[in-house]
């Protein structure tokens, strides 16, 4: 199995940019998490979908945060317009709703530097 | 929602040394999981462990629900233990998978 593929793995880009995160979860997993780090705040849970219909985005931080979820497998998180505060560690997660195999998996992350 | 506690913060070991991190929750859980990131920033699922004791080799965690407490055990360390150690739950008032993360116990293995 490749455990979840996220790319790109370092971005920076500018303030006011648009920045496009991109995650495949592992095959037959039908939750999958994104979450971000940051020193101050550490692992925070922005947003999560079960069978690709986002269940819970409480913890999106405003509206220039947007995530989607076409298919089992692919998701993207979108900041349009990007700012300084939103440099961070963003890391996408998968796992399954089956007995026994109840647990997360991540992705290696993607660090983000705006400008 | 359900608060995460972990001890020490911070923790350096010799290598061969053992040691238990801790993790109190506020209130009963659903799931606990156990992972480790690793110098690089990845985070690694050790254990998944919402009650009972699992062992992986050099590792084994202990959940006591009922007191409200988790314990993750190294043993004989070695310097690839390095990095923090997170205790993450799901509280069975939370949304299935909604993990709440806990502050990290930060693990340094000197040679």
């Known amino acids: 199995d490749a455990g979840v593929i996220q790319s790109p793995r370092h971005e920076v880009t500018e303030m006011g940019q648009e920045v496009t995160l991109r995650c495949k979860p592992i095959?037959?997993?039908?939750?999958l998490f994104w979450y971000r780090q940051t020193m101050m705040r550490g692992l925070e849970l922005l947003i999560y979908?079960?069978?690709?219909?986002?269940?819970?985005d409480s913890g999106m931080p405003e509206d220039r945060f947007s995530a989607k979820m076409p298919n089992a497998s692919f998701s993207t998180l979108k900041i349009q317009p990007s700012e300084p505060r939103d440099s961070a560690v963003y890391f996408c997660?998968?796992?399954?709703?089956?007995?026994?195999?109840?647990?997360?998996?991540f992705g290696p992350g993607t660090r983000l530097t705006v400008t | 929602g359900i608060q995460v506690e972990q001890s020490p913060p911070d923790l350096i070991l010799q290598e061969g040394a053992n040691s238990t991190l801790r993790c109190n929750f506020s209130?009963?859980?659903?799931?606990l999981q156990w992972f480790h990131q690793n110098p690089w920033g990845q985070l690694i699922n050790l254990f998944y462990?919402?009650?009972g004791t699992k062992q992986n080799g050099r590792l084994s965690a202990t959940t006591v629900a009922t007191e409200r407490y988790s314990l993750l055990y190294i043993s004989s360390s070695q310097t690839t233990d390095s990095g923090v150690y997170f205790c993450?739950?799901?509280?069975?008032?939370?949304?299935?998978?909604?993990?709440?993360f806990g502050a990290g116990t930060q693990v340094v293995v000197t040679p």
């Open positions: 993450a739950v799901e509280g069975t008032t939370d949304s299935w998978g909604k993990l709440q």
């Open positions: 462990i919402p009650s």
């Open positions: 979908f079960n069978n690709n219909v986002p269940i819970d």
């Open positions: 997660a998968s796992s399954s709703a089956d007995v026994g195999t109840h647990g997360q998996y």
């Open positions: 209130d009963s859980v659903n799931n």
């Open positions: 095959s037959g997993h039908d939750y």
